[in-house]
């Protein structure tokens, strides 16, 4: 394992005023968000819309990385030029989504186990030769009626873990994903609880996995409300809570934090990055985001596959990328 050009990786993608662009919709939820706009789910149309994104003039100042779906680290712009090549261009790393998304948890059909690593390593191989220089993997967690089980936090954190070496392994920053969902109608507290339980569980296979701590980056849920809960808690009180439960689980030899938008608005996403920032200095690691929903939603609509548009979205999202680049230092103001 080369830990030197890990580290410096995985410093690059969390360097000061820069974050992550989540693009690695797979093929199901880029239909579901598509269909949201109007427009249908094809090859043609999936890349239309990425290369808008990618192609947006000046990103390469507030994002240090995007992350690729593979049809997409394939797929090469209108004028012919291979989508990773379009990134590194913009001074943007590219990487890649290796995950082979999530079923039913056996004997507990309520939850979720994430599959992939069956022919990760040659997998990996691959997508590290067309240019990627990190991967992700998302384990997801559902809190319920007696959920979530230890099973089923220790199996998904098991596979973050070998995931994470397999990639370390294979000279690719891991951003290991665990993400708690923000669906139902539970505290904020209940959310903490369970984030801490699976960030421990997470770290504790991490480290049986030999995965080094200074060559890999988080993506975690923040500690947020459930959706449906009638008590929602305001922006200081989600600042306060995710870092305080952040701190009691992650160690402070990784060097970033980078969070999903998992279904918060795109402004309330930006608040609550932008309040951590402003309230805490010191800490361990730095905090920034790899946010799909909450950077493409504004874009996604404007664009709605309409070519004279592009423009117009291109505006939008990149205003999204600088509003959440001023949150990294906690100076965001609309
Ligand atoms: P959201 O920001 O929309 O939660 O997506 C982040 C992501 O990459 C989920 O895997």
Redesign the pocket.
């Known amino acids: 394992m080369n830990k030197e050009e890990l580290n410096r990786t995985a410093t690059a993608l969390v360097a000061p005023g820069k974050g992550i662009l ?1 693009a ?1 919709e797979s093929f199901g939820t880029i239909e579901k968000r598509l269909k949201a706009v109007g427009v249908e789910s094809t090859e043609d149309t999936r890349r239309a819309y990425r290369e808008m994104l990618f192609t947006t003039e000046g990103i390469g100042e507030y994002l240090s990385g995007v ?1 690729l779906f593979d049809e997409t680290i394939r797929q090469q712009t209108s004028d012919g030029r291979p989508m990773p090549e379009v990134l590194r261009e913009q001074g943007v790393i590219p990487g890649i ?1 290796v995950d082979k998304s999530t079923t039913a948890m056996p004997l507990s059909p309520q939850e979720k186990f994430t599959q992939g690593l069956d022919g990760l390593r040659g997998r990996l191989e691959e997508y590290r030769g067309m240019g990627a220089r990190f991967t ?1 993997w ?1 384990a997801v967690i559902t809190i319920g009626e007696g959920i979530p089980t230890e099973r089923c936090i220790s199996a998904n954190a098991h596979g973050l873990a070998l995931y994470a070496a397999f990639s370390q392994e294979a000279g690719l920053v891991p951003i290991v ?1 665990p ?1 708690v969902l923000i669906d139902g109608d539970h505290t904020i507290e209940r959310c903490y609880e369970v984030t801490e339980w699976t960030l421990n569980r997470t770290f504790e296979y991490i480290y049986e996995a030999g995965v080094e701590l200074s060559g890999m980056l988080l ?1 975690p849920n923040m500690v947020i409300s459930g959706k449906q809960c009638p008590q929602q808690a305001g922006v200081e009180e989600v600042a306060r809570m995710t870092v305080e439960c952040l701190l009691r689980s992650v160690p402070a030899a990784v060097p970033g934090i980078v969070f ?4 918060q608005t795109d402004i309330q ?1 930006t608040e609550h990055l932008n309040a951590m920032n402003r309230l805490y200095d010191n800490l361990p690691w730095e905090l920034s985001f ?7 939603q504004g874009p996604m609509e404007t664009w709605a596959g309409n070519p004279d548009k592009v423009a117009e979205a291109q505006k939008i999202f990149r205003h999204r990328a600088r509003m959440n680049s001023a949150a990294r230092s906690g100076s965001y103001s609309e």
């Open positions: 989540a690695d992350i989504k992700k998302r994903e993400e993506k999903l938008s998992g279904g996403a790899s946010y799909a929903r909450a950077l493409q």
